[in-house]
């Protein structure tokens, strides 16, 4: 655990390891997640909130508690790890977190902090820099309920609160006022992978995770209220 445990957490972050050759690589990669969660608003400013858990798993239970799917999520997770993972944290809602040292998709379902819910990590997609850890940062944000903000994405969505609109109508309800208040937000063309949809930041890490270096003001607002309610 990165952190110091918290009592009234606002998120459970539960890692597990697959297809790891060392236990090492593994705790390495932690602490890199760890330490960006620390350095990233608005979660640098929740870190006394934020519990980080490490599962240890062999082989045989790797093979044992997940599965490969043709389906999405791509990967089956054991109902009995996922009770058992529950029971742990007395029925408290968790985000579980698969680094799959092997794999080189990557994604989470889009859901709620307070719903149990899944993010795959493929590693071997990220080689330089912090791309691994900013990788984690965009899928997390699936999982805290914002949507993808990329024009060609893989997959087209469906649009919606907080940080993509299907019409400019929508799109100041979402944060037309922080746009009139000049907070960086604005209105640009395509997310969801429509063209025709809104964003309000040209690059965050919900559209080029890569190369943006923060959520941006609308995706910062909305994580910090829904971490803020979420005790």
Not at 168 to 184: Q, R, T, V
Request: hydrophobic letters at 30%; glycine letters at 8%; a neutral charge.
């Amino acid at each position: 655990n990165s952190y110091q445990k918290s009592e009234k957490p606002c998120l459970n972050l539960v890692f597990c390891p697959r297809n790891y050759q060392k236990n090492s690589d593994f705790s390495d990669d932690l602490e890199k997640i760890g330490e960006k969660l620390k350095k990233i608003l608005p979660f640098s400013e929740f870190t006394d909130k934020i519990n980080l858990y490490k599962i240890n798993i062999t082989q045989e239970e790797e093979n044992k508690f997940f599965k490969d799917t043709q389906d999405f999520p791509p990967m089956v997770v054991r109902q009995d790890l996922l009770e058992n993972i529950g029971n742990f944290l007395k029925k408290s809602p968790y985000k579980l977190v698969i680094i799959d040292a092997k794999g080189g998709v990557s994604c989470a379902e889009l859901s709620e902090v307070p719903k149990v819910s899944l993010v795959i990590l493929g590693r071997s997609r990220y080689k330089a820099g912090d791309s691994f850890t900013k990788g984690f940062l965009h899928e997390l944000g699936h999982s805290l309920g914002l949507r993808d903000e990329c024009v060609n994405c893989f997959q087209v969505g469906e649009p919606g609160f907080p940080n993509c609109a299907r019409t400019k109508e929508d799109a100041l309800k979402y944060w037309g006022d922080l746009s009139a208040k000049g907070e960086g937000a604005n209105f640009f063309g395509g997310c969801c992978g429509n063209r025709n949809y809104i964003r309000g930041t040209i690059a965050s890490l919900m559209n080029d995770a890569e190369k943006a270096e923060s959520f941006g003001p609308i995706n910062e607002r909305y994580l910090k209220n829904v971490l803020s309610g979420a005790d």
